[in-house]
């Protein structure tokens, strides 16, 4: 459904989309262990493959998909027929590879998804979704629907600068659309220690202050590790091997800072419990 000024629809539980302006940072790798994590740790998220064109959600988990997001948006099937279980109580809700046809939607596709992630997400206590690279018409559309964005960049100059430009594109939109969407948080991947993520959160942060008067928060950071790349050729998230490794630290930070980015989420909850 697309509102009258154009938005869409809002989901019905807290929508983290993780997302980064250059390919290959980690942004997959990211949503995944965060995902498992955060079931791990008790929620019931759902996990979205928003990489539409190029979906690899299902390959890191290795996870069959009788039917995917292609399906739903076809009329084929509803969204919920294409959710799968992955571990931990996580669920999936996974996207095609190779079709070339869902690397852009049009505008009615777009709102069919953002109606259909709506409606779905009301079985769900927060949505992860895992988005394409760079700033095209549905990363951005995906933002304007999001509660918080996380920013996935690299130390590297060019993936900074990528970085800062999608930051900036989604400053723009958020004028455009009343100042709705988030300033994002940060994650920065592929780093040599926690002093190395911190001096390069900093300085994103400062050109971000200075630009465009917004400040992007670090939610966290992963280090370089041959865990995490043999976790993605092996198809096993590393969050599902050992607690104690720096990575999977790093991932329970991470966990923690966005539970703490969803308080009305752990409220209600609390609120169902108690
Ligand atoms: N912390 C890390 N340490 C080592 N290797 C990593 C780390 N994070 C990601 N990688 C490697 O980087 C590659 C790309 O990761 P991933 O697919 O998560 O990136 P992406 O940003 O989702 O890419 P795309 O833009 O294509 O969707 C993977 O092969 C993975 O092995
Ligand atoms: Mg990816």
């Known amino acids: ?126 949505v992860i979704g895992d988005s394409a690279a760079g700033i095209g018409a549905d990363v951005l559309a995906f933002a304007t629907q999001a509660d918080c964005v996380l920013v996935v960049t690299t130390p590297e100059p060019a993936a900074l600068t990528d970085a800062y430009g999608l930051i900036k594109a989604l400053d723009e939109l958020a004028r455009t659309h009343g100042g709705d969407v988030p300033t994002p948080e940060l994650l920065i991947n592929l780093c040599d220690g926690v002093d190395q993520a911190e001096l390069v959160g900093r300085k994103l942060r400062a050109v971000c202050e200075r630009f465009l008067a917004r400040s992007p928060r670090l939610a966290g950071w992963l280090p370089r590790s041959r865990a995490v790349s043999e976790s993605v050729s092996t198809q096993r998230p590393f969050v599902l091997g050992s607690q104690r490794s720096l990575e999977s630290h790093c991932l329970r930070s991470l966990a923690e800072r966005v539970r703490r980015l969803f308080p009305s989420a752990d409220a209600s909850l609390a609120g169902l419990k108690g």
């Open 1 to 126: 459904m697309i509102a009258h000024d154009g938005t869409l629809a809002r989901l019905r539980a807290p929508f983290l989309l993780v997302t980064g302006g250059k390919g290959g940072v980690g942004k997959t790798t990211v949503a995944v262990n965060l995902a498992l994590e955060l079931a791990r740790t008790g929620k019931r998220p759902l996990l979205v493959d928003l990489d539409l064109g190029l979906a690899n959600v299902d390959v890191l988990m290795r996870l069959t998909t009788p039917r995917t997001l292609e399906d739903a948006l076809s009329g084929a099937c509803r969204f919920e027929d294409c959710v799968v279980a992955a571990p931990h109580g996580l669920f999936v809700l996974p996207a095609s590879s190779g079709v070339a046809d869902l690397a852009a939607l049009d505008p009615e596709r777009r709102a069919r998804l953002a109606s259909g992630l709506a409606e779905l997400s009301a079985r769900y206590d927060c």
